[in-house]
């Protein structure tokens, strides 16, 4: 992949050089979780600050309700992001916050095995996330120029985007689900059903919610409440990183956008490779293709 701000870093996925680097892939590699830890595992544009909001409400509804603006970077770090290193190496991360990764399985399951951390995933239709991520490429600074839609459905396709390829990915953690504490969890479940979905997951982390905390969850992670008081847009050190008059993060949160962008032939393509990559798998998701 070309594109200064892009580092490969095996032969299969390449990350952005604006936010991590060979040392901070070795230290997350490395990384030493504790069984209290909750990692917060997805492929880049699937919810994860959906997802993150939820977490921190979940467990500090109270705090979190007043601090909606604060950005999820420091209070759900991405393990194999520069940043969290450098907190790491201050002693600066509160080994009570929740942790954020996009990295692949392999990077991190030796780690994982053996231990009790709770391993929260979250899909979502990967037409749905490349539609999402192509847009992002266009407002975000830190990545390599992508070109057309059609370029990127490609390059999408072959896995040669940042974080390497989508079926590979979520292969490589439902693969190992079963030797960790995982659950999984998926954006178009969240959109539809969420009084279920948040109390699944709620149950999932030990947390009971009585019907009132999952309206007050709902109210402050709904779409319209976080664009509103959107931190990538109100706080400055966001400002630097992206161009705002080219897109925004919260963007639409539906499903199913894809409709609008790929051609009648990218869906048929779509459809044969994700047949031939996701066909053995037995687990169900509840996207329609
Ligand atoms: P779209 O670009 O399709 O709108 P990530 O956080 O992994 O980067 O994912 C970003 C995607 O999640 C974007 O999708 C964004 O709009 C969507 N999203 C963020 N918050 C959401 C919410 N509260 N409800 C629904 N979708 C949300």
Redesign the pocket.
């Given at each position: 992949m070309d594109g200064i701000n892009v580092i490969e870093v095996t032969e299969d996925i390449s990350l952005s050089g604006h936010l991590c680097s060979q040392e901070s892939l070795n230290i997350a590699t490395n990384f030493q979780f504790q069984d209290s830890d909750i990692l917060l595992v997805?492929?880049?544009?699937?919810?994860?600050?959906?997802?993150?909001?939820i977490l921190n409400l979940i467990f500090n509804k109270e705090k979190f309700q007043n601090q909606n603006s604060i950005p999820t970077i420091s209070l759900n770090p991405w393990l194999e992001h520069i940043n969290f290193s450098e907190s790491l190496a201050k002693g600066e991360v509160s080994r009570s916050h929740f942790i954020t990764t996009?990295l692949p399985a392999k990077f991190l399951v030796s780690n994982l095995k053996n231990s009790k951390v709770r391993v929260v995933y979250?899909a979502?239709n990967p037409k749905?996330?490349l539609?999402?991520?192509y847009?992002?490429h266009n407002f975000v600074k830190f990545l390599p120029d992508i070109g057309s839609f059609d370029n990127f459905f490609d390059q999408f396709l072959e896995g040669k985007v940042v974080y390497g390829s989508w079926f590979n990915h979520i292969k490589g953690w439902l693969g190992v689900q079963h030797e960790l504490n995982f659950f999984v969890i998926t954006?178009e479940e969240?959109?539809q059903k969420p009084h279920q979905s948040i109390q699944s997951l709620a149950n999932f982390l030990g947390k009971k919610l009585e019907p009132e905390d999952v309206e007050t969850i709902l109210h402050y992670?709904?779409?319209?409440?976080?664009?509103q008081n959107n931190p990538v847009k109100i706080n400055p050190i966001f400002q630097p990183f992206f161009d705002h008059s080219k897109g925004?993060?919260?963007?639409?949160?539906?499903i199913e956008?894809w409709k609008e962008y790929l051609s009648p032939e990218q869906n048929i393509r779509f459809n044969k490779v994700y047949q031939a990559e996701m066909g053995e798998l037995t687990f169900k998701f509840p996207w329609s293709l």
């Open positions: 997805t492929f880049p544009k699937s919810g994860t600050i959906w997802t993150q909001y996009h979250v979502r749905d996330v539609v999402s991520y847009h992002f954006y969240l959109s992670c709904s779409f319209s409440f976080m664009s925004q993060f919260f963007r639409k949160g539906i956008n």
